[in-house]
């Protein structure tokens, strides 16, 4: 876990080759760029939490496929774009944020929460 330590950069893709990863955490840093779909193939991936950074762009679709995620914390970034349907596949999901805690958080996301939200009954904190 890096938090707090000014990492700066991209997401590499190549983080998929991770095979056995269960916790990115690279929170409080100077991320920019997108998040990259490539990390949905992270058969393990129980906690992403990449948040209080610059990233853009949406959620990828290919995310969803991270079936083990307990934890998605995205706030105080730059994202946008809707939520997915697809967001109910994640049965595991006890924790979900996308929100803006801070003054400089820029998350603007647009539409509804997907129905199949009700289904994730592990569900404990959802804050948007």
């Given at each position: 876990m890096l938090d707090s330590v000014n990492v700066g950069g991209s997401i590499p893709y190549e983080?998929?080759?991770l095979?056995?990863?269960e916790v990115l955490a690279l929170q409080r840093g100077f991320i920019k760029g997108t998040i990259p779909s490539t990390l949905g193939n992270l058969k393990h991936l129980k906690n992403l939490d990449l948040n209080f950074n610059n990233i853009t762009g949406s959620i990828p679709e290919n995310l969803y496929n991270a079936k083990t995620l307990e934890q998605l914390d995205l706030n105080d970034?730059?994202?946008s774009g809707t939520v997915s349907p697809k967001i109910s596949d994640l049965k595991n999901l006890f924790y979900w944020q996308l929100g803006n805690d801070s003054p400089w958080g820029k998350n603007s996301f647009k539409g509804t929460i997907p129905p199949g939200v009700s289904?994730?009954?592990d569900?404990?904190?959802f804050l948007i």
């Open positions: 983080l998929q080759n095979t056995i990863l970034n730059e994202l289904g994730l009954n569900l404990r904190k």
